[in-house]
């Protein structure tokens, strides 16, 4: 699948299309914009980044190797809407370059070998239908293999809906992968980019070690316009975004593009069982009693988060 290389060109391509911030409305050299990553030098707008463009971000040049590549979409329902599926499906390979919307594969980041697998939102809105989740099991059986960290960039627009039931049984499956990755306490860290929604969020975005997200990122799980149809009621500003779900406890940590590769390496060091930068103050135990130190103090940490909310909805404050 030689049109999954990672491409550093991708970057470019993207940089010389943008016409102007959405955020600022500012225009940005596009030799600035490539130098901040994709993030507006203004204003902090972090736009969005396909996946090869995400995996040129993080992989050491070279090490990136293509897992599950023979995977390919069908048509099992036979699905026609405005158009048939698989017309949808070749749209989208040409517009991104990749066959299905979940690229995998192994790779080094800054020398320390990880299972890599990254959501493109350009392929029909990152959407997860059977061959994202056939990918991700194989992806996560590649981890256990390999005995490597499991890393995930995820931004998707929910279940493919061409597939209907098949489409939300995915759920399951990468639920039940990330199970048997755990009897393994081989590490799970995914990075949550904008936006990051349904059965996505409602499946392995959310069952990591440790969740990161980009500033800004909107985080739901139904967007606003049917949420506000539904419950009748105007959502708060700011509800959704990945600083709100820092506060109520469902993220660990908001993390800028620029330091992503770096804190994906300390994270990396320390859920081994290593010292990095950040866990110098931790004292050393070994790598699965973090893991379960990690996973109780979140529990605790997002049951208070949701405490704290139900708290102030009562008082009557903004939730
Ligand atoms: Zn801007």
Not at 298 to 308: D, F, H, P, Q
């Amino acid at each position: 699948m030689a049109e999954t290389r990672p491409d550093v060109r991708n970057l470019d391509d993207a940089a010389d299309a943008m016409s102007g911030c959405p955020r600022c409305g500012r225009h940005v050299v596009p030799e600035a914009l490539k130098a901040a990553l994709m993030v507006c030098p203004m204003c902090g707008y972090h736009h969005a980044l396909g996946a090869l463009q995400r995996i040129a971000q993080l992989a050491d040049a070279g090490s990136w190797e293509d897992v599950a590549s023979d995977v390919r979409p069908g048509d099992p329902l036979e699905f026609v809407d405005l158009r048939p599926y698989p017309d949808r499906l070749r749209s989208a390979q040409v517009a991104t370059g990749l066959v299905e919307a979940f690229v995998a594969g192994r790779c080094r980041i800054e020398g320390l070998p990880v299972a890599l697998g990254v959501l493109d939102f350009g392929f029909l809105g990152g959407s997860m239908g059977a061959v994202v989740g056939e990918v991700f099991w194989r992806l996560v059986q590649r981890s256990i293999t390999d005995g490597v960290p499991l890393v995930v960039v995820t931004a998707s627009g929910g279940a493919r809906m061409q597939e209907g039931l098949i489409s939300l049984v995915q759920m399951a499956k990468t639920v039940v992968a990330l199970e048997v990755l755990r009897d393994t306490h081989l590490p799970f860290v995914a990075v949550l980019s904008n936006p990051t929604t349904g059965g996505v969020l409602a499946s392995f975005a959310s069952l990591a070690d440790v969740i990161v997200a980009e500033p800004g990122a909107q985080l739901w799980f139904t967007g606003p316009r049917v949420r506000e149809l539904t419950t009748h009621e105007h959502t708060p500003d700011g509800f959704g975004t990945a600083e709100e779900a820092l506060e109520c406890g469902h993220i660990d940590m908001v993390v800028p593009r620029g330091e992503l590769r770096q804190r994906l390496v300390d994270l990396l060091i320390l859920l081994q069982g290593g010292e990095s930068a950040i866990g110098e103050a931790i004292p050393q135990r070994s790598a699965p009693f973090r893991r379960r130190a990690g996973a109780l103090g979140r529990a605790l940490e997002r049951t208070t988060g949701l405490a704290r909310a139900l708290r102030r909805w009562v008082r009557g404050g903004d939730y």
